[in-house]
């Protein structure tokens, strides 16, 4: 983790990514052109060529975004620098249109889309990219201003998770900007820069110039190990008094609600996204307002992102609530998403369409869950129907942990993991590094 980590040079922060990397490995480079990109293909190329690795692959790729018309020519100047040191390079481009807003955000989901496949096609196990300590300076500013006296949480994570298939590494995120251009500089090397660094409708820009304004101070501590320390915690607890039933219904002992406060929030929240079918958690005010709920002496029920918390004498039960649950059709030999809860693999000789159940499959329940939980959580789960008619389907169902199964950060790993198997799922890929 970061927080509170001392910079580290260039080499030095490569040569511990390299060291605790398990190996053989195929290591992907996402290079933009930028120095820091530039830096982290050129010094993992020193690296290997001072201190040889052969089972230690390096390949590099450009995502061209199709949103300036210099990015072509752009990546062409990568790859010849890439030809220049004999390192495989990839140029994959983002097709299609683009959206009118959140282009920041979509452009980072079709990066790490296109980079997880080329990864997938060339065999890569990991991807690096070169997210620095300046980055991480302005995403703990950027976060702290939204949440104001709230406090900051976390950072940058050092590894994530994509789509379930592979790390996205960032072993420049203990290191200064000035110090990777100065590395540059003693080997020569030049570097590209992006126009849309400068352009001030975007809130990172602004907030790296507030921050080049202003007196240098020290920035926030990141959260990210205390919230490691949250996770594995909160594994511990859901290990110890949560039940899932049918992938639709989460049974919680009355009694783990008087446990530590900070444990039952991170638990309860990720539990309510992953039934909710949603990739984050309930926001601050409506969490507050659940746990206030689950903390009193009166039974009940309350709805928060989607979902249903239903209180009695002697548990808590989750379960999606039964609106806005939409119908999908998936055709043969597709796949698709049902209400962010499960994927659907359709194998069969027809399509079917995929609705909420109402009242079927009473039988998978215990019989000893209270009639009117159970009712609730049939009435969202999903029946799969035949378009033709003819009843004959070939349908695989796989629970979807929408807050994880997207980008998963390391410091949630292990809450995820334990949560994945109370679905009856594998734990998640293992992080192909012993230590960062």
């Known amino acids: 983790m970061t927080g509170g980590a001392t910079a580290l040079m260039p080499e030095r922060a490569l040569s511990e990514f390299l060291h605790s990397l398990s190996k053989p490995a195929h290591i992907l480079v996402a290079v933009s052109g930028g120095s820091d990109s530039t830096g982290l293909l050129i010094a993992l190329a ?14 590099a790729a450009t995502i061209d975004h199709g949103l300036r018309a210099a990015a072509a020519d752009e990546a062409l100047e990568v790859a010849a620098l890439c030809a220049s040191r004999g390192i495989s390079h990839f140029v994959r481009r983002w097709e299609g249109e683009k959206p009118e807003t959140g282009i920041m955000a979509a452009a980072r989901e079709a990066r790490y889309a296109l980079l997880a496949d080329l990864a997938s096609d060339i065999s890569a196990d990991v991807i690096v990219t070169a997210h620095t300590l300046d980055d991480q300076h302005e995403t703990m500013a950027m976060r702290s201003a939204r949440r104001g006296q709230d406090g900051h949480g976390t950072g940058i994570a050092d590894a994530v998770l994509f789509d379930g298939r592979i790390w996205i590494v960032r072993p420049f995120l203990a290191c200064r900007r000035a110090d990777i251009r100065a590395f540059l500089a003693v080997h020569g090397v030049s570097w590209l820069d992006d126009p849309s660094n400068e352009d001030m409708k975007y809130e990172r820009v602004r907030t790296r110039m507030n921050l080049a304004s202003e007196p240098a101070t020290e920035p926030p501590a990141d959260g990210a190990a205390d919230r490691a320390a949250l996770s594995r915690r909160a594994a511990a607890w859901l290990d110890a008094h949560v039940a899932i039933h049918a992938n639709a219904l989460c049974v919680i002992d009355r009694s783990a609600l008087s446990a530590n406060e900070a444990v039952v929030a991170y638990a309860l929240s990720y539990l309510a996204a992953a039934f909710g079918g949603r990739p984050y958690a309930p926001g601050r005010a409506q969490m507050e307002r659940v746990l206030e709920f689950v903390n009193g002496a009166n039974p009940g029920r309350r709805t928060a ?6 209180l009695r004498r002697n548990a808590l039960y989750l379960m999606r609530e039964s609106r806005n649950i939409t119908p999908i059709s998936v055709s043969p030999g597709e796949k698709g998403n049902w209400d962010g809860r499960f994927e659907i693999e359709n194998s069969g000789p027809t399509a079917v369409c995929i609705s909420a159940c109402g009242t079927e499959n009473a039988a998978i329940f215990p019989q000893t869950l209270p009639k009117g939980v159970v009712q609730r959580a049939r009435a969202a789960m999903p029946l799969v129907v035949a378009q033709d008619g003819a ?13 994880f199964d997207r980008f998963l950060t390391r410091f949630d790993l292990t809450f995820a993991d334990h949560l994945s198997v109370a679905f009856g799922r594998e734990a998640y890929r293992r992080l192909p590094l012993s230590v960062l």
């Open 391 to 403: 009843g004959t389907t070939k349908v695989a169902l796989r629970p979807h942990l929408a807050p």
């Open 46 to 59: 020193e690296r290997l060529k001072s201190h040889p690795h052969e089972d230690i692959t390096l390949t």
């Open 305 to 310: 992102g989607g979902v249903v918390f239903d």
